[in-house]
């Protein structure tokens, strides 16, 4: 079953306009921890933020922002400003402290972010 | 310095011969990690070794033979590969199984 839900296959904006991505998760675990990564055309998965399940509180580094909500199982991600260089991939990722799951990222389908000049 | 080196970057096999894909960290990581990923899908895990020691294997076919020498390294043995199996092969690495993976440029191998 996909754990990790990310709804939006593409976005397309111009430039200086803002991105959010959404991810839903699903987990029965009470510890676990949700990532997101960027992925641009070069291949490399760039990790972005970290969040364990105990910390809610949300943060704005730069043009990043995240919104980490158990209640409604979602850890959105926006980009204030876009820039053409952030166009790429975004996965949303978790990660259960279960015996079985140790170690493993499950990720998101991925979304795809265009900007355009 | 958070950085996992991956060698080649690319790599064109038949489907008879053997070669090796090759990652590198120097971050004291002592968790390490290969994946895979087709295109437009997200990586796949195929392989933590924690502690040099094997510590998962995601029922991959035994033409994809993973191997730890040292904490540093990790290797990816291929051998009588399918066509299928092109993909872009990431390598990872996070201080331990439950932190923060961090990833290499992947190779991306093709089969012919």
């Known amino acids: 079953a996909q754990k990790v839900t990310q709804a939006q296959t593409e976005i397309s904006v111009v430039e200086k306009e803002d991105v959010t991505l959404d991810c839903v998760y699903e987990?029965?675990?009470?510890?676990?921890?949700l990532f997101w990564y960027k992925q641009p055309p070069s291949g490399e998965l760039v990790f972005l933020i970290r969040?364990?399940?105990?910390?809610?509180q949300n943060e704005i580094s730069g043009r990043y922002s995240w919104n980490f909500q158990k209640s409604t199982s979602s850890f959105n991600f926006t980009i204030t400003a876009s820039q053409v260089v952030d166009s790429a991939v975004y996965f949303c990722a978790l990660s259960e402290m279960t015996t079985d799951s140790w170690g493993k990222l499950q990720f998101g389908a991925g979304t795809q972010v265009v900007v355009t000049p | 310095d958070t950085e996992v080196t991956q060698t080649p970057k690319h790599l064109v096999m038949g489907m008879t011969n053997k070669k090796s894909l090759k990652c590198e960290q120097h971050?004291?990581?002592?968790?390490m990690y290969w994946y895979k990923q087709k295109a437009k899908k997200p990586p796949e895990l195929m392989f933590v070794?924690?502690?040099?020691?094997?510590?998962i294997n995601e029922s991959v076919p035994s033409r994809f033979s993973p191997e730890c020498p040292n904490s540093s390294l990790l290797n990816l043995h291929l051998h009588a590969l399918q066509p299928e199996d092109s993909a872009l092969y990431l390598c990872?690495?996070?201080?331990?199984?439950?932190?923060?993976?961090?990833f290499g440029p992947g190779t991306r191998l093709l089969v012919l």
């Open positions: 971050m004291g990581h002592r968790a």
């Open positions: 969040r364990n399940s105990f910390d809610e």
């Open positions: 990872a690495s996070s201080q331990h199984s439950e932190e923060t993976q961090y």
């Open positions: 070794y924690s502690y040099e020691k094997l510590s």
């Open positions: 987990t029965r675990d009470t510890t676990y921890y």
